[in-house]
C-alpha cells in the first residue's frame, strides 16, 4: 500500500496493488452506523477508482481495546458492503471471498480490504 490516503472525518482510504483498504477510527455497538459514515466518505471525499465487475475478496478486521464490544460481526459485514456498493464494485453480490474478524489491538477501528480476483475463465458479468 501506498501513504497516499484521502481522508474525510473518522474514514481514511487508500488503494495501492489493486486494493482499497479503508479505516474507520473508532468503535460503536451499532452497526448502522457505519453505512452512513462510510456512504458518505466515499460521496464527498473519494476520487480514486471506480466501481469495478469482477470477483471480490473482502476483509474485514475489527480491533478494539478492553473487552471485546457486543457486535454481530454478520451485521457490520452487512452494513459495510453495502457502504462501498457503487464505489468499490458495483453490487456486493461480486463478493466471492469475505472474512469478517473481530482482534484485540492497539487502537479501536475497523479496517476493510476489497481486492479484485484475477478473472476465471468462461466468467461473464452482466
Do not use: C
Not at 481522508?7 to 481514511?12: A, D, E, P, S
Not at 473508532?26 to 460521496?43: H, M, N, V
Not at 463478493?95 to 480476483?117: D, K
Amino acid at each position: 500500500m501506498t501513504d497516499a490516503w484521502t481522508q474525510h472525518g473518522k474514514v481514511r482510504a487508500r488503494e495501492a496493488d489493486g486494493a482499497i483498504e479503508v479505516v474507520i477510527d473508532g468503535l460503536t455497538t451499532q452497526a448502522k452506523y457505519y453505512k452512513p459514515l462510510i456512504y458518505e466518505f466515499f460521496r464527498k471525499a473519494w476520487r480514486g477508482s471506480r466501481p469495478a465487475w469482477g470477483e471480490f475478496a473482502v476483509e474485514i478486521r475489527m480491533e478494539y481495546v478492553g473487552d471485546p464490544p457486543w457486535l454481530d460481526l454478520d451485521n457490520l459485514a452487512k452494513a459495510i458492503l453495502d457502504a462501498i456498493k457503487g464505489y468499490v464494485f458495483h453490487d456486493d453480490a461480486q463478493v466471492a471471498r469475505l472474512l469478517v474478524e473481530r482482534v484485540a489491538g492497539e487502537r479501536e477501528r475497523i479496517t476493510v480490504t476489497a481486492r479484485r480476483l484475477p478473472e476465471t475463465p468462461g466468467a461473464a458479468h452482466p
